[in-house]
């Protein structure tokens, strides 16, 4: 059993920053793949980006070259660094933790972006 905690969201105006930040406990985080994912109201989840074992990372086309993803599994963390944020990036963000077929879902932090 993996939980895992999300903070860091907030209200941020067009063209900021904020930095999410994920704890795992439970097990041994360094074993996961971790990612972080957002849903829109409305939308479904999508995925934002992933950092393998590792260190090999992923990113949705939307956010590539504003977004990167980071890990420590010294600390059991994973961060999400979000720049240049637009009002299309306003959603819950989660984070999850996976193995194979095994996955564990944090309970979500609200990220909005507006003026």
């Known amino acids: 059993q993996v939980q895992l905690v999300e903070s860091g969201g907030g209200l941020v105006q067009p063209g900021g920053s904020l930095r999410l930040s994920c704890a795992g406990s439970?097990?041994?985080?360094?074993?996961?793949?971790m990612g972080w994912y957002r849903q829109a109201p409305g939308k479904q989840r999508e995925l934002v980006a992933v950092?393998?074992?590792?260190?090999?990372?992923k990113y949705a086309d939307s956010v590539k070259g504003r977004f990167t993803i980071s890990r420590d599994n010294a600390k059991n963390t994973v961060d999400l660094q979000m720049n240049s944020l637009k009002p299309e990036d306003t959603a819950v963000y989660y984070c999850?933790?996976?193995?194979?077929?095994?996955?564990?879902w944090g309970q979500g932090t609200q990220v909005t972006v507006s003026s």
């Open positions: 439970g097990t041994i985080f360094s074993i996961y793949v």
């Open positions: 950092i393998s074992n590792n260190g090999t990372t």
């Open positions: 999850r933790a996976n193995r194979g077929v095994i996955g564990y």
